[in-house]
């Protein structure tokens, strides 16, 4: 623990600067260090390394349309590069941009790009202790308002499948079809963000569509996009990302941004590797046996963690075990960021490297006041297919452990505070 203390104090009580050799299990994230399948090892071996019409490219492509549905697919170096190009593509000065909750990045791009981003949870998603089994739903009545009101200067509808900030929640597949109903009614595009596709599927057919194949609820659900893209570090297990159309105006223009951006078409800031690794990565999306153990995992750590007393977001989700901070730390006021004093409380007495995801992963508005959101929380993410029932066991432990000496847990404030995405390299003290 004292050599622990040290290091967060090193990083400035930020979990993005800890040294990963400092770190027992990291729980940072599932982007970008999931275990990839021997397949997709295999397929790394005999990638084609042409810069220009690879078939691995078209591999890559035929694999799009197999499982996703669309005819023009456009690599991407990552998930936000994606959310760059359709905002440069879509948004204008003053636009809005309508979404069931925002994630980091997009924000930052809506808003770089002149966009107002504007979130429409149904009203449970914001009640940590709520057990609607779709939280990630778009509040459809408020979208019918706001679009009857704004459809002409509203640039797209997204909606994140697995919604991320909201501890993991899904979307159904009827929320996602009434949503593309009305986007149609009011001509305004609809924008899907797949990076959980694999863990939003997982949930729809264990509560809504028992009887589909995982293959046929991916497809169906990805249908209903205009624009459809995805962080490869997530689902997709690479590194990378990927946008999909079958609109080939929308096409064309975002492909010619593509070789100023991120590269050439067939590659877009990829290795060649990765892309045949993301092939059949895609294609493995389908394989029931290989989806959805992460899901039971975190299941399994939420029930031991609410039975001990610990506040989590329930009904469990995706992507990680998710701790109401507000709950967990009632004495720490929200200008000492209860999530982020939690956050580096739990690594120091557990090796566990956890994220903030609450006030300091909320910038400032432009008048420089604090936005708390409604949600305060640590994340615990599950990389697909890399941990145990005992890596569980020991993180139930700990932080029964923490929330039984919690007290000692006073808040943070601020050292260095950056002017965007400031929780990335943002240095803070305890108080
Ligand atoms: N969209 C969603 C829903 C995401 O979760 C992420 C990344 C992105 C877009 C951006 O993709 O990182 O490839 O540029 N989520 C990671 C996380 C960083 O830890 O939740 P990227």
């Known amino acids: 623990m004292e050599e622990r203390l040290l290091a967060i104090r090193e990083a400035g009580f930020n979990t993005f600067l800890l040294k990963a050799d400092d770190v027992f299990l990291d729980m940072l994230t599932d982007s970008g260090v999931n275990a990839m399948t021997v397949e997709q090892l295999a397929g790394m071996v005999s990638a084609q390394d042409a810069y220009a019409g690879s078939n691995t490219y078209e591999e890559l492509a035929r694999a799009v349309e197999e499982v996703l549905g669309f005819k023009y697919t456009l690599p991407v170096h990552q998930g936000r590069a994606a959310e760059h190009l359709i905002a440069r593509t879509l948004v204008r000065q003053g636009s809005f941009v309508v979404t069931n909750f925002h994630f980091t990045t997009t924000r930052a791009h ?6 107002v981003l504007v979130e429409l949870p149904i009203p449970e998603a914001l009640d940590a202790s709520s057990e609607h089994p779709f939280k990630g739903n778009m509040d459809t009545v408020r979208l019918e308002e706001f679009l009857a009101r704004n459809h002409e200067r509203t640039a797209f509808v997204r909606v994140e499948a697995l919604a991320n900030l909201l501890g993991g929640q899904p979307v159904s597949m009827e929320n996602i079809k009434l949503v593309k109903e009305i986007c149609e009614r009011y001509g305004v595009p609809l924008v899907i963000d797949g990076s959980m596709i694999d863990w939003n599927s997982y949930f729809v057919k264990e509560r809504e569509l028992g009887s589909w194949p995982l ?41 010619v941004l593509l070789p100023v951006f991120e590269g050439f078409l067939s590659y877009g800031g990829m290795s060649v590797k990765e892309i045949a690794a993301l092939a059949m990565g895609l294609r493995q999306l389908t394989e029931e046996e290989l989806i959805g153990s992460e899901i039971e995992l975190i299941r399994y750590g939420v029930r031991e963690l609410d039975k001990a007393g610990v506040p989590v977001v329930k009904p469990p989700g995706g992507l990680g075990i998710h701790v109401d901070a507000l709950k967990f730390l009632e004495n720490v006021p929200r200008n000492r960021y209860p999530a982020g004093a939690l956050t580096a409380a739990f690594y120091i007495a557990s090796g566990i490297r956890g994220m903030e995801r609450g006030a300091i992963s909320n910038d400032r508005l432009p008048d420089g006041r604090e936005e708390y959101p409604a949600l305060e929380l640590m994340r615990l993410a599950f990389p697909r297919k890399t941990y145990l029932r005992s890596h569980v066991e020991y993180l139930v432990d700990r932080l029964v452990w923490l929330y039984e000496n919690r007290d000692v847990v006073k808040g943070l404030e601020w050292v260095y505070e950056p002017p965007v995405l400031r929780f990335f390299l943002g240095r803070l003290r305890d108080v």
């Open 215 to 255: 293959g046929k609820i991916i497809k169906e659900f990805a249908s209903h996009a205009d624009v459809f893209y995805m962080s490869a570090r997530k689902a997709g297990s690479v590194r990378g990302g990927l946008l999909a159309t079958n609109n080939r105006e929308l096409y064309e223009k975002i492909a």
């Open 110 to 115: 809506v808003e770089l790009a002149g966009g």
